[in-house]
């Protein structure tokens, strides 16, 4: 079997690379049999922008290379990655997506759906830590009044126990 891998170093400057790499039958490793750049990838097809379809192309400077992904779905997922990555990463000569569907190309791109995701995650626990600190701040103030309430009624009990010992 063979694979596409999008891969970004974490040094800055970033460097961007497309890596195919095989799995051969019966073994667990991967042979790496070509990598680019981004800078040499020109154009990316998604073949029909009209149909959900597993097939895309990929041109770099030097080569051509066809591939079809398990599923239409996972085509989708790895174009918009790759699209993000190059508007993200690249800023002279970002490649052409071509009859690739516009959704890909748009702010609602699962990127941004995970990302407003989280964010609402962080918002929810947010909200709920704040509630959970205004309870903590009543029950402290509760504890503060039983607190002085039994202390008055120990002095109180006390005078009391006093005053008819004699």
Known sequence: ???ICLSVTNRKPSQLSITKVKQFVGSSA???RSMWTIDQLQQINGIDPNRDCPEFDLTFDNAFDQWAA???GEKCTF???LHHTCQRYTPNKKPEFVNCQAKLMGGNSILHTAADSVTSAVQKASQALNERGERLGRAEDKT???M???EQFAVTAHKLAMKHKC
């Open 79 to 81: 174009v918009q990655i």
């Open 148 to 150: 002085n309430s039994s």
């Open 30 to 32: 991967f042979t790496k």
């Open 70 to 72: 398990s599923s239409a």
């Open 1 to 3: 079997m063979t694979f």
């Open 144 to 146: 503060a009044d039983m």
